[in-house]
């Protein structure tokens, strides 16, 4: 049984940070990509940061290139996201996925971002 389980959310104020973890199990972590994706209140889904299967390459969306790090570690299959200068628009339920090979999501982390 395949299982994203994401952990490291939580309340922060304007320009603090959060680290995001997500523990796969039950596929072979190292070959997929891995993607992070959100969802903020009454909104669609966004799309924020993938890696590829070894880590080596990164991409973010506009919103968040440099601020947000994706990074992996295969050894222990666990996807993350530090996300740092976090902005009020951040508030949202992060999810890990692999939604193309795997079809497979977390459960999502609510990180909120308030004063």
């Known amino acids: 049984q395949v299982q994203l389980v994401e952990s490291g959310g939580g309340v922060v104020q304007p320009g603090g940070s959060l680290r995001l973890s997500c523990a796969v199990s039950?596929?072979?972590?190292?070959?997929?990509?891995m993607h992070w994706v959100r969802q903020a209140p009454g909104k669609g889904l966004e799309w924020v940061s993938s890696t590829n299967s070894g880590g080596e390459s990164t991409y973010y969306a506009d919103s968040v290139r440099g601020r947000f790090t994706v990074s992996r570690d295969n050894a222990k299959s666990t996807l993350y996201l530090q996300m740092n200068s976090l902005k009020p628009e951040g508030t949202a339920v992060y999810y890990c996925?692999?939604?193309?090979?795997?079809?497979?999501w977390g459960q999502g982390a609510q990180g909120t971002v308030s004063s």
């Open positions: 996925a692999e939604p193309f090979d795997a079809g497979q």
């Open positions: 039950g596929l072979t972590f190292s070959t997929y990509w």
